[in-house]
């Protein structure tokens, strides 16, 4: 069974930063993609980033230049550092991990930037 444990978020100022990590268990394949979403009250869970086993990533628009995902394949630990935050990246912040044909989502913690 998988198992994403997330750490870090909090609250920050407008221009500030933060990283989150996100510590997966419990993958078996060699082939999987570790990334970030996000929702904030009234809005649908949206895609922050990601970055897959082969290294590739991927970004939301929104976040491209200021946000960067990294991952240690050996630790199967992804971090996302967040740089120059916004008022509208206050959300709850999910790890979610695909491998094996499955998805699976850690508890999410809160990331709230003051403006």
């Known amino acids: 069974q998988v198992q994403l444990m997330e750490s870090g978020g909090g609250l920050v100022q407008a221009g500030g930063s933060l990283r989150v990590s996100c510590a997966a268990s419990?993958?078996?394949?060699?082939?999987?993609?570790i990334g970030w979403y996000r929702q904030s009250p009234g809005k649908q869970r949206e895609l922050v980033a990601n970055i897959n086993s082969g290294g590739g990533t991927n970004y939301a628009d929104s976040v491209k230049g200021r946000f960067t995902i990294s991952g240690d394949n050996a630790k199967n630990t992804v971090w996302l550092q967040m740089n120059n935050l916004k008022p509208e990246d206050t959300a709850i912040y999910y790890c979610n991990a695909r491998t094996g044909g499955r998805i699976y989502w850690g508890q999410g913690t809160q990331v709230t930037v003051s403006s």
């Open positions: 419990g993958i078996t394949s060699s082939f999987f993609t």
